[in-house]
């Protein structure tokens, strides 16, 4: 086995409300001809060096980084799928049963909190053409921003969908006030609007302070696994799912069974990482209702292929077993 540290660059900076980032990092393990990848997210505080340093140890010590677990487990089932001839999503539907869907929900595409909205909305127009749900980063500390970001994003594209994604950038005192002002843009989600150091009680206080008819509103930092479902189950509508989250494919599944147990709709994301890393999560796509699968799209050096998009923005998975990404 072999562990490598990839740096992935950006076509540009791209700023969420964590903060911007222009370059980000990858976990590689290799065995033979099997290649698997993990990425390292700024705030999850990993240390590429000391997870490479943990992996080059004789003896694995039994709770490993997040990025080591999940790359060794989808090292473990792209082994499996090349030797059984059937792809990730054969485990997922053995697990999970057929999906709820005849066919994946639509492709999706991301926007950075915007530094000029003239630039913004030519980029809005020009890949609304393809796709019809549009991803949009809000929760820049000013609130005419995000409020600009939206109203931009709707005009420009006023068929498209728009997940709006907050990333715990309002404070509780904010969010009611902003959920109810963006309704008036036919949102289609608002993810994760409060941080996630707050408990239950903020979800709780924020669902009693909105009103029947708001928009749906999703979780993703404040669930992590599917043990931290039940508990929020009362006061969202949804769940952010992403490989890195949960630690594993497996972990993930576990994931989609407990937002379906609580009756939750499913969005199934991923982090700015290779073909190799949103082909692996896409496998698990029949089992979601919305899709963010395009973190590859960031990048100028994307070294592998795997799922694609095509002209109306409809997800096609590579026909191959095991993840399916090769190196281009």
Request: with cysteine.
């Amino acid at each position: 086995m072999h562990a490598a540290i990839k740096t992935l660059t950006l076509n540009e900076p791209f700023r969420i409300a964590h903060g911007t980032s222009a370059t980000r990092q990858v976990l590689r393990i290799s065995e033979g001809q099997h290649t698997t990848e993990a990425p390292f997210v700024p705030y999850y505080g990993e240390d590429p060096q000391l997870t490479l340093a943990i992996l080059n140890q004789a003896v694995l010590p039994e709770q490993l980084p997040r990025t080591a677990a999940l790359a060794l487990n989808l090292l473990r089932h792209d082994i499996i799928g090349h030797a059984t001839s059937k792809p990730l999503a054969a485990h997922a539907r053995a697990k999970l049963g057929a999906p709820l869907h005849s066919s994946p929900p639509p492709g999706c595409r991301s926007f950075s909190i915007p530094d000029d909205l003239d630039v913004f909305a030519e980029k809005i127009r020009l890949i609304s053409k393809q796709f019809r749900v549009l991803k949009l980063k809000l929760g820049s500390g000013d609130l005419s921003l995000d409020l600009a970001t939206v109203s931009v994003a709707r005009h420009t594209a006023p068929h498209a969908e728009l997940l709006l994604d907050v990333n715990g950038g309002w404070e509780l005192s904010e969010a009611a006030l902003m959920i109810t002002k963006l309704a008036d843009y036919r949102p289609a989600l608002i993810e994760q609007p409060i941080h996630h150091r707050h408990g239950v009680e903020a979800w709780e206080e924020l669902r009693a302070s909105l009103p029947g008819n708001a928009p749906p509103i999703f979780a993703d930092e404040s669930v992590q696994t599917g043990a931290d479902i039940p508990a929020l189950a009362d006061f969202i509508d949804g769940v952010n799912i992403k490989l890195l989250k949960c630690g594993s494919f497996d972990a993930a599944i576990v994931m989609i069974a407990a937002a379906r147990e609580h009756s939750l709709q499913i969005l199934l994301g991923c982090m700015i990482e290779t073909s190799l890393g949103t082909t692996a999560a896409a496998h698990l796509a029949p089992w979601a209702d919305w899709i963010d699968l395009d973190g590859h799209f960031h990048l100028s050096n994307d070294d592998f292929t795997g799922i694609e998009y095509d002209a109306s923005g409809t997800l096609l998975m590579p026909d191959r077993p095991g993840i399916g990404a090769i190196p281009r």
